[in-house]
């Protein structure tokens, strides 16, 4: 069996958040792969704490990448105070004349894929196109340690998962997929219940909000973040259409700092929120100007958490119009807009300062990795964690199953992933939308 054919078996998707099945990245052909662990967010410590740890696996995971896409180099990409990490991986990367490390300011997003694609190339993936149309792929550095695994049978059946904010106990987990939050929550000494609280699932900035204390982590979730709701970055991202479109009209003055700190439009992907803005408060899409770039946006939300003096919310209003743009058939094309600002590297915000300014900079705290600290007797564990097609259940209720056993498969010509039993037990319930299986 070949690598992509252990990378499907295993079920591994992308392990940053976006959980594309990695299979299919791997099957194409590049120049360099890029192994992300630059860790866009804020507050999360996964991608951190595995380089330190799993140096090893992180290369071999890599050098698979490599070698099924034809690509002649690989690049580690990380922050420079990632020290533990430095070191580990720098022993590891030793006699690998082809892999080297890259290490980035911290900024944000330094973690987005286009921007690691130019950091490191010096070339722009365009509007509606993918790293591989310049020649790379880029993989999370956790997807790259599920590779490793992949290679030596071991399937995709656990998620490392950072717990913070207000906890007692700040901490980062490994927990079987299915794991409700609260035992999360639990484990790192945070509220008894929800009243009071909301949890964004992911980073603080580009995290969604909920409100479901039993909801399970899945083969993408990163963090769980735990804010009073009346916190400003829960009222921040609590979607109000009228309200928003109202403050849009009253407030914004079309100063266009919004899009002078876009990291996309200074990429030159012609990224304009303050045009979005405008066109909203007007009811005149032609106001948009190039309705291109609205789709290299990738809801970073730096226009609303900081570069607005008025607290507005310009990302919102461009996702709010990229799905309208969709559910109306529209199809980027695929095309760079303009040249890289000279500005490029002086609009780069540091991570501190983005922080202090959404109000989360006392949350910023270690959170040490705990592999066995949550006991987990039942999970729900659903068939729809990845980009692409829902996966199709191949146990009944009744049946019994042992940890790393397939139990959904992925539908017949379509894009999806295959999902394994997280735990040994018994299957107690099976959906449309989930297995359940409890330890017996």
Same mark, same amino acid.
């Given at each position: 069996?070949?690598?992509?054919?252990?990378?499907?078996?295993?079920?591994?998707?992308?392990?940053?958040?976006?959980?594309?099945?990695?299979?299919?990245?791997?099957?194409?052909?590049?120049?360099?792969?890029?192994?992300?662990?630059?860790?866009?967010?804020?507050?999360?410590?996964?991608?951190?704490?595995?380089?330190?740890?799993?140096?090893?696996?992180?290369?071999?995971?890599?050098?698979?990448?490599?070698?099924?896409?034809?690509?002649?180099?690989?690049?580690?990409?990380?922050?420079?105070?990632?020290?533990?990490?430095?070191?580990?991986?720098?022993?590891?990367?030793?006699?690998?004349?082809?892999?080297?490390?890259?290490?980035?300011?911290?900024?944000? &997003?330094?973690?987005?894929?286009?921007?690691?694609?130019?950091?490191?190339?010096?070339?722009?993936?365009?509007?509606?196109?993918?790293?591989?149309?310049?020649?790379?792929?880029?993989?999370?550095?956790?997807?790259?340690?599920?590779?490793?695994?992949?290679?030596?049978?071991?399937?995709?059946?656990?998620?490392?998962?950072?717990?913070?904010?207000?906890?007692?106990? &700040?901490?980062?987990?490994?927990?079987?997929?299915?794991? &409700?939050?609260?035992?999360?929550?639990?484990?790192?000494?945070?509220?008894?219940?929800?009243?009071?609280?909301?949890?964004?699932?992911?980073?603080?900035?580009?995290?969604?909000?909920?409100?479901?204390?039993?909801?399970?982590?899945?083969?993408?979730?990163?963090?769980?973040?735990?804010?009073?709701?009346?916190? &400003?970055?829960?009222?921040?991202?609590?979607?109000?259409?009228?309200?928003?479109?109202?403050?849009?009209?009253?407030?914004?003055?079309?100063?266009?700092?919004?899009?002078?700190?876009?990291?996309?439009?200074?990429?030159?992907?012609?990224?304009?929120?303050?045009?979005?803005?405008?066109?909203?408060?007007?009811?005149?899409?032609?106001?948009?100007?190039?309705?291109?770039?609205?789709?290299?946006?990738?809801?970073?939300?730096?226009?609303?958490?900081?570069?607005?003096?008025?607290?507005?919310?310009?990302?919102?209003?461009?996702?709010?119009?990229?799905?309208?743009?969709?559910?109306?058939?529209?199809?980027?094309?695929?095309?760079?807009?303009?040249?890289?600002?000279?500005?490029?590297?002086?609009?780069?915000?540091?991570?501190?300062?983005?922080?202090?300014?959404?109000?989360?900079?006392?949350?910023?705290?270690?959170?040490?990795?705990?592999?066995?600290?949550?006991?987990?007797?039942?999970?729900?564990?659903?068939?729809?964690?990845?980009?692409?097609?829902?996966?199709?259940?191949?146990?009944?209720?009744?049946?019994?199953?042992?940890?790393?056993?397939?139990?959904?498969?992925?539908?017949?010509?379509?894009?999806?992933?295959?999902?394994?039993?997280?735990?040994?037990?018994?299957?107690?319930?099976?959906?449309?939308?989930?297995?359940?299986?409890?330890?017996?």
């Amino acid at each position: 069996m070949g690598v992509v054919d252990k990378i499907r078996e295993a079920g591994v998707v992308g392990a940053g958040g976006a959980g594309f099945p990695t299979h299919v990245k791997a099957a194409g052909k590049a120049e360099i792969v890029l192994a992300n662990g630059a860790e866009c967010e804020p507050l999360l410590r996964v991608d951190r704490l595995m380089m330190q740890k799993y140096p090893q696996l992180v290369v071999k995971g890599l050098k698979a990448v490599m070698e099924a896409t034809g690509a002649q180099s690989g690049v580690i990409c990380l922050k420079k105070h990632y020290h533990d990490a430095i070191t580990a991986l720098e022993q590891a990367v030793s006699g690998e004349p082809n892999i080297r490390l890259f290490t980035m300011e911290s900024y944000y &997003p330094a973690g987005d894929e286009q921007q690691i694609v130019y950091e490191v190339t010096g070339k722009v993936v365009p509007t509606g196109g993918i790293p591989l149309d310049v020649g790379a792929v880029v993989s999370n550095v956790s997807t790259l340690i599920n590779i490793a695994n992949a290679l030596e049978g071991q399937p995709v059946v656990d998620k490392v998962v950072t717990v913070g904010g207000e906890v007692g106990r &700040p901490v980062t987990l490994r927990v079987p997929i299915g794991t &409700p939050y609260h035992l999360l929550i639990e484990a790192a000494e945070g509220p008894k219940s929800l009243d009071g609280y909301t949890i964004v699932v992911g980073g603080p900035a580009t995290g969604k909000l909920c409100n479901d204390w039993d909801e399970p982590v899945t083969k993408t979730t990163g963090g769980l973040l735990v804010f009073p709701s009346s916190h &400003p970055l829960i009222q921040k991202k609590t979607d109000q259409q009228e309200v928003d479109l109202k403050l849009a009209k009253a407030v914004c003055c079309q100063c266009n700092l919004c899009t002078q700190l876009c990291p996309r439009n200074n990429l030159g992907l012609g990224v304009e929120p303050h045009k979005a803005m405008r066109a909203a408060f007007m009811n005149n899409g032609k106001l948009l100007g190039d309705v291109n770039g609205l789709f290299s946006c990738c809801d970073c939300g730096l226009c609303s958490y900081y570069a607005c003096n008025f607290g507005l919310s310009p990302s919102r209003m461009m996702a709010r119009m990229k799905s309208g743009l969709r559910q109306n058939g529209y199809k980027p094309e695929k095309r760079i807009k303009g040249e890289v600002s000279k500005s490029f590297e002086n609009t780069k915000v540091p991570t501190k300062r983005l922080m202090s300014r959404m109000g989360i900079l006392q949350y910023d705290v270690e959170t040490p990795l705990v592999e066995d600290g949550v006991t987990v007797s039942k999970v729900r564990i659903p068939l729809s964690m990845h980009i692409g097609a829902p996966s199709s259940p191949v146990v009944k209720t009744g049946d019994r199953v042992q940890k790393g056993q397939l139990i959904a498969g992925i539908p017949e010509k379509s894009l999806g992933a295959c999902i394994h039993a997280s735990l040994s037990g018994a299957v107690t319930d099976v959906t449309n939308t989930y297995i359940e299986i409890s330890a017996q």
